[in-house]
């Protein structure tokens, strides 16, 4: 399998496998890597992550557990079967729950990497308070990523907006993923505390998950391509 050359992770946010796997297919392997979240897995189970692997691709499966933890533990297993690269799961799920996933994937052969949701880049503040939560998205962020670090998870997966706070609050070692990451001068689309690739990689973040810019192009292999240019040519 291909090493990625760099920090990209392309959404496979398709309804359908064929879909999916036809947009894999333009893409370089040694360029990116490939989420497949609940939709596409949903639809197309075990067998469209295997053919995507199949491709030469490192997968993400964005599944974000959040269970009893033996549930949890179980998930992360039959995961790290599959043979993908990360896995995650809500750090709502309590201490208990994450460390549970660690466990499992620890003993399995070829682990993935375990990280943490913390705040859904959809929700801000009102949202927060609407579900009982208090204080202020980064707030939950820190404190949520504290009990996930803390109980095994490798790293987290943030907005790019609170990469420098973690960064300061638990240095460089924790993997930090950013989704909602688009190329300069793109639209918002659905997910509200979003930023550059650019200004992501400058924050710290190690991995930037970029769906619709790439995968709504018309020529998607070229939108990939300026997106490595636009990282490249950044000081």
């Keep these: 399998m291909a090493e990625p050359r760099t920090p990209l992770i392309i959404a496979l ?7 999916a796997l036809n947009l894999a297919r333009k893409l370089d392997p040694a360029s990116c890597r490939l989420k497949i979240g ?15 692997i199949g491709l030469g691709f490192e997968v993400f499966l964005d599944l974000k557990y959040h269970d009893i933890p033996a549930t949890v533990a179980g998930a992360c297993r039959a995961a790290a079967d599959l043979g993908v690269w990360m896995v995650n799961v809500h750090a709502l799920g309590g201490r208990r729950m994450v460390e549970a996933a660690a466990e499992a994937l620890a003993a ?26 208090s204080g202020t998205p980064r707030e939950n962020v820190l404190r949520l990523g504290h009990l996930a670090l803390e109980a095994g998870a490798d790293g987290l997966v943030c907005s790019a907006r609170e990469v420098t706070d973690l960064r300061s609050a638990f240095g460089a070692e ?38 619709r810019p790439v995968t709504g192009a018309a020529d998607p292999a070229a939108a990939l391509s300026a997106l490595e240019a636009e990282l490249r040519a950044a000081p």
């Design 13 to 19: 946010d398709f309804p359908e496998p064929a879909e």
């Design 38 to 52: 609940k939709e596409l897995f949903t639809r197309g189970g075990p067998a469209v992550v295997e053919e995507v």
């Design 108 to 133: 399995s052969g070829r682990p993935p990497l375990l990280t943490a949701v913390t705040v859904l880049t959809s929700m801000e503040g009102e949202d927060l308070r609407e579900i009982g939560l």
């Design 174 to 211: 924790p993997c930090l993923v950013t989704p909602g990451i688009r190329p300069t001068n793109a639209a918002g689309d659905d997910q509200r505390r979003v930023v550059t690739a650019t200004e992501a990689r400058r924050a710290g973040a190690d991995h930037l998950v970029v769906g």
